[in-house]
């Protein structure tokens, strides 16, 4: 059996093993790989720039724990730009595992950095199920589809919700989802109520949501973990998704590597059965 | 730490490791993992929707007097029919009333958030923006004070009597307007198009800071070109409710325009001969087969877009854990040995 013949037959836990072992060692050995930044996410950045500082903003935690290597990096990169701004932040989700209780611990953390008082210059709306009705109810009453907020706080007792009573008092959503309720922030909430948006995605959902910062329904977008470490440097706080890109960029050019080993490999052996039947 | 955040780190350091130990064979550990999973979400679920559905927005209500919520608590209720041969006919009840909501709500959004936009865009040439300039221009706006409750009406009086004033509750239209020359070294393909902007300008006497704010792109500007060959651009606003109180001067400059044409007509060939390989109802022969087959080059360029991406959250998920692994996880060893 020579090279490319084992190469065929080599037992896939080999390859686990290579990544595995890519992902460990730049955490280990850090590599300074350069990250550059896409139009994309500069756009993100640049739009939220321009929201007047102080103004009210949502930041949707649309994801499961499942994508928090993606997703959560972008939130607290954006929890850094709103509360530099002063902005007012509403935090709400639409996804029941999890969602809420990501959306209060990682504000919280931020807010204590930038000491920010609950119910004034934030507020967590927590869950409600259905997001279609919440989505298009929000419009109308955003207390009527949350009568309290997260803990169970009356609205009317949270001074920053007594100023918002629907979108048209907020300047700016900031979408972060791993699935599709980001279609229905652009289908319900921009196209109805016309708020600007930029949507954080994960890297699986991001080809899809191109087309909508090409039509203008997203104003940015952050794709995966290279999306969220473009934030991370343009907001100037480099943490996890910039820590992480390293090993990703590992483990691409590992993967390219071993596709070309595969096709090769494939192919010699091919040549070689067809000599065999000659 | 305490002593129970130590013991959460190492249960999620022990779950973590048993979801891996599955890439090296099937094992009882692995399975236990994920049957805790799964019986944790399902627990969690019912647990929430019970809470935020069931008790917030049915039976609280309800008791404070909202008493025709009763009537989808019904509807609700009926769905456990099904679980009867003979009575689930009376669960379609309900079925059809979300059914209508849905296709109610969802047409609508789809059409006018989704579809029209999309097939719009599509349509239209993609421009790329050459460069933005400041044109010797005569603006016929003058500047506007944005007053809302919080503003010295007394004080606003005395530094600036002569500003047209705009109330944020109750704003009326403000027309922008402005006459310049277009430059004469634009190519075939190119245009320019005006930016309105309102700048806030910066006065600690009276409102302690405004940021610059660009009102409106190039969209909903009117150009009426004089007769004289000079443009007027004109622009109204009446929607000031995100704006600070505060001084705002009016601007109007102009951006160069390329259109991309090659890009635009690649993407109307893409789209045209994708529909058309799922067009079913004619054999793919001559120039629809053509066609058919140049739309699967353009599928299979946008699934190896889509794989490439798929590779890089995959193995994001894999970064995350490991991350947990290498930080927090073996970060906690010293705290224990």
């Known amino acids: 059996?020579?090279?490319?013949?084992?190469?065929?037959?080599?037992?896939?836990?080999?390859?686990?093993?290579?990544?595995?072992?890519?992902?460990?060692?730049?955490?280990?050995?850090?590599?300074?790989?350069?990250i550059s930044i896409t139009p994309e996410a500069q756009s993100v950045f640049d739009e939220v720039e321009k929201i007047p500082d102080g103004s009210t903003v949502m930041l949707v935690f649309d994801y499961y724990p499942s994508t928090i290597a993606e997703c959560e990096p972008m939130a607290?990169?954006?929890?850094?730009?709103?509360?530099?701004?002063?902005?007012?932040?509403?935090?709400?989700?639409?996804?029941?595992?999890?969602?809420?209780?990501?959306?209060?611990?990682?504000?919280?953390?931020m807010a204590e950095k930038y000491n920010k008082v609950y119910g004034v210059d934030f507020v967590n709306l927590g869950y409600k199920y259905g997001y279609v009705a919440?989505?298009?109810?929000?419009?109308?009453?955003?207390?009527?589809?949350?009568?309290?907020?997260?803990?169970?706080?009356?609205?009317?007792?949270?001074?920053?919700?007594?100023?918002?009573?629907?979108?048209?008092?907020?300047?700016?959503?900031?979408?972060?989802?791993?699935?599709?309720?980001?279609?229905?922030?652009?289908?319900?909430?921009?196209a109805q109520y016309g708020v600007p948006m930029v949507c954080g995605t994960t890297a699986v959902s991001a080809p899809k949501y191109y087309s909508f910062v090409a039509s203008g329904q997203f104003k940015g977008l952050l794709g995966g973990m290279k999306g969220a470490a473009e934030y991370e440097q343009l907001v100037g706080h480099n943490a996890a998704a910039v820590t992480g890109m390293s090993a990703q960029s590992l483990v691409h050019l590992l993967i390219i590597f071993l596709v070309i080993l595969g096709n090769i490999s494939f192919f010699l052996g091919r040549k070689g059965h067809k000599k065999e039947l000659v | 730490m305490t002593g129970i955040e130590l013991f959460q780190l190492w249960l999620m350091a022990f779950v973590t490791l048993a979801l891996f130990s599955f890439m090296y064979k099937d094992n009882p550990i692995y399975r236990i993992a994920e049957h805790i999973f799964a019986g944790l979400t399902a627990g969690y679920q019912v647990g929430l929707i019970w809470d935020t559905v069931i008790l917030q927005q049915l039976w609280n209500p309800m008791i404070d007097g909202e008493w025709w919520?009763?009537?989808?608590?019904?509807?609700?209720?009926?769905?456990?029919?099904r679980f009867s041969q003979k009575f689930s006919w009376i669960s379609r009840m309900s079925l059809a009333f979300v059914m209508g909501v849905t296709a109610g709500i969802f047409i609508i959004s789809q059409l006018h958030g989704l579809v029209l936009p999309q097939?719009?865009?599509?349509?239209?040439?993609?421009?790329?923006?050459?460069?933005?300039?400041?044109?010797?221009?005569?603006?016929?706006?003058e500047s506007i004070f944005i007053v809302?409750?919080?503003?010295?009406?007394?004080?606003?009086?005395?530094?600036?009597?002569?500003?047209?004033?705009?109330?944020?509750?109750?704003?009326?239209?403000?027309?922008?307007?402005?006459?310049?020359?277009?430059?004469?070294?634009?190519?075939?393909?190119?245009?320019?198009?005006?930016?309105?902007?309102?700048?806030?300008?910066q006065d600690t006497t009276i409102k302690k800071e405004i940021a610059a704010m660009e009102v409106h792109d190039d969209n909903g500007i009117e150009l009426t070109t004089n007769s004289?060959?000079?443009?007027?651009?004109?622009?109204?606003?009446?929607?000031?409710?995100?704006?600070?109180s505060g001084l705002y001067q009016p601007k109007i400059a102009v951006k160069k325009m390329s259109i991309m044409l090659i890009l635009s007509i690649i993407i109307v060939i893409g789209v045209v001969s994708t529909l058309i390989y799922f067009y079913f109802s004619h054999e793919h022969v001559g120039a629809l087969g053509v066609t058919a087959k140049v739309g699967i080059w353009f599928i299979m360029i946008s699934f190896g877009a889509h794989f490439g991406y798929t590779v890089?959250?995959?193995?994001?998920?894999?970064?995350?854990?490991?991350?947990?692994?290498?930080e927090d996880w073996v970060g906690s060893f010293n705290q224990l040995f």
Request: some cysteine; overall charge negative.
């Open chain 1, 76 to 109: 607290i990169a954006a929890l850094h730009h709103f509360f530099r701004k002063n902005c007012k932040v509403i935090t709400l989700s639409n996804i029941p595992l999890g969602g809420p209780s990501m959306a209060e611990a990682v504000t919280r953390d």
């Open chain 2, 312 to 326: 890089m959250g995959r193995v994001s998920l894999l970064i995350g854990r490991v991350q947990f692994l290498v």
């Open chain 2, 148 to 201: 809302d409750s919080t503003t010295d009406m007394a004080l606003l009086d005395s530094l600036y009597p002569e500003v047209k004033r705009i109330d944020k509750a109750n704003p009326e239209e403000y027309i922008f307007s402005a006459t310049y020359t277009e430059p004469s070294d634009k190519g075939m393909l190119e245009y320019y198009a005006p930016i309105c902007s309102l700048i806030g300008v």
């Open chain 2, 228 to 244: 004289d060959g000079t443009i007027t651009a004109t622009y109204s606003y009446s929607s000031f409710e995100k704006f600070n």
């Open chain 2, 69 to 81: 919520l009763f009537i989808p608590g019904i509807l609700g209720f009926l769905m456990f029919t």
């Open chain 1, 1 to 34: 059996m020579n090279f490319w013949e084992k190469m065929e037959k080599m037992d896939r836990r080999w390859v686990y093993l290579m990544v595995g072992l890519s992902v460990i060692l730049p955490f280990i050995f850090p590599l300074d790989l350069p």
């Open chain 2, 119 to 141: 097939m719009q865009d599509t349509m239209i040439a993609r421009t790329s923006v050459d460069k933005t300039v400041e044109l010797p221009m005569t603006l016929q706006s």
């Open chain 1, 134 to 190: 919440v989505l298009s109810g929000m419009g109308q009453s955003i207390k009527s589809i949350f009568p309290t907020d997260n803990s169970g706080t009356p609205l009317e007792e949270l001074p920053l919700m007594t100023n918002v009573p629907n979108y048209d008092s907020v300047a700016f959503i900031f979408e972060i989802a791993d699935n599709a309720t980001a279609d229905y922030w652009v289908s319900i909430v921009y």
